[in-house]
């Protein structure tokens, strides 16, 4: 499965911006999908998850009440729709393939397939 990031860029803190994930290789629907983000000098972390069905999302407390992420299964790609963004939010965001089952959404173990990243820079 190969992903492909996109929709990052430079926006002003309090605007919004939506990430697209878009595979190709393979079936999304077969699988539940994160967003991380790598901030500079900082560890990768868990941004949300979304479910196969995509009836089951998971949010880091960072992402509550400003991000949601979904799905479209027909299009094979996942989106993260981020609003209200603060200049800690800077970082490059990343898409992932859950293939193992755990009750921490946000281990990055779990995931298998990732993509290049997209960066998403918040001016303050």
């Known amino acids: 499965v190969q992903l492909q990031a996109s929709g990052g860029g430079l926006v002003q803190a309090g605007g919004s911006l939506r990430l697209s994930c878009a595979a190709s290789g393979g079936t999304l629907s077969n699988y539940g999908l994160g967003w991380f983000r790598r901030a500079p000098g900082k560890e990768r972390e868990f941004v949300a998850f979304?479910?196969?069905?995509?009836?089951?999302?998971n949010y880091a407390d960072s992402a509550k009440g400003r991000f949601t992420i979904s799905r479209d299964n027909a299009k094979n790609t996942v989106y993260l729709q981020m609003g209200s963004l603060k200049s800690e939010d800077t970082a490059v965001y990343y898409c992932a393939v859950r293939t193992r089952i755990s009750r921490d959404y946000g281990r990055g173990y779990d995931y298998y397939y990732w993509g290049q990243g997209t960066q998403v820079t918040v001016s303050s």
């Open positions: 979304i479910s196969r069905s995509g009836e089951s999302t």
